[in-house]
C-alpha cells in the first residue's frame, strides 16, 4: 500500500494510532479519490422541477375541490338544518310566549287579589297592631322576645343532645 495523502493504510494506521484529526484527513481524502463528485446533469434538474411543478398543481386541484366539496356539504346541512329545526324553533318561542303570557297573567291577577278585602291588607293590619302594641307596652314585647330566646336555646340544645349533624342529612 502506497502511503500517499489519500491512501487507505494511511487513514487506517492513523485510525489505530488514535490519531483522529489525521485519521479524519486521512478518510477525507481517500472518500473524494474512491467517490469522485459528480455534477447533477442539466436534464435531471429540468426533469426534478417539472415533477415538483406537476406535483403542486396537482396537490392545488385536489384542495380546490375539496374546498369546493366542503362547501357544497356544510351549505346542505345547513339548509337541511335550518328545515328540520324550523318547527322546533317556532313551537319553542310559542311556548316561551304563552309562557311569559301566563306570568303577566297570573301578577295582574295576583295584584288585584291583594287588594280586595281578605288579601293583602289584613297581614298589614296585623303588623301594624303588633308595631302598636311594642309602642304601648315594651314590657310585653320584651317577655316575648325573651321568650323567643330561650326557645330557640332549647332547640339548639335538643338538636345536640339527638346528635342531629350534618352527616344524617346526606
Known amino acids: 500500500m502506497n502511503q500517499s495523502p489519500g491512501s487507505y493504510g494511511r487513514w487506517r494506521a492513523a485510525e489505530d494510532d488514535g490519531r483522529d484529526d489525521d485519521a ?3 478518510f477525507r481524502a481517500v472518500f473524494q ?3 469522485p463528485e459528480q455534477p447533477v446533469s442539466h436534464d435531471f434538474t429540468t ?4 415533477a415538483v411543478a406537476a406535483a403542486a398543481a396537482g396537490d392545488a386541484r385536489r384542495a380546490r375541490r375539496t374546498r369546493a366539496g366542503v362547501s357544497m356539504g356544510t351549505l346542505v346541512a345547513t339548509s337541511a338544518a ?3 329545526g324550523a318547527g322546533w324553533a317556532v313551537s319553542l318561542a310559542s311556548a316561551a310566549l304563552v309562557g311569559l303570557l301566563n306570568m303577566v ?9 291583594a287588594l280586595t278585602p281578605g288579601g293583602f291588607w289584613p297581614v298589614l293590619a296585623s303588623l301594624g ?3 302598636a302594641a311594642l309602642a304601648a307596652e315594651p314590657t310585653v314585647t320584651l317577655a316575648m322576645i325573651a321568650i323567643s330566646g330561650v326557645a330557640i336555646a332549647a332547640l339548639l340544645a335538643l338538636q345536640r343532645l339527638l346528635g342531629s349533624d350534618g352527616e344524617s342529612f346526606q
Open 47 to 50: 426533469r426534478t422541477m417539472t
Open 129 to 131: 297592631r303588633a308595631a
Open 33 to 35: 479519490s474512491a467517490m
Open 105 to 113: 297573567i297570573a301578577g295582574a291577577v295576583r295584584g288585584a287579589s
Open 24 to 26: 479524519d484527513w486521512a
Open 82 to 84: 335550518v328545515y328540520l
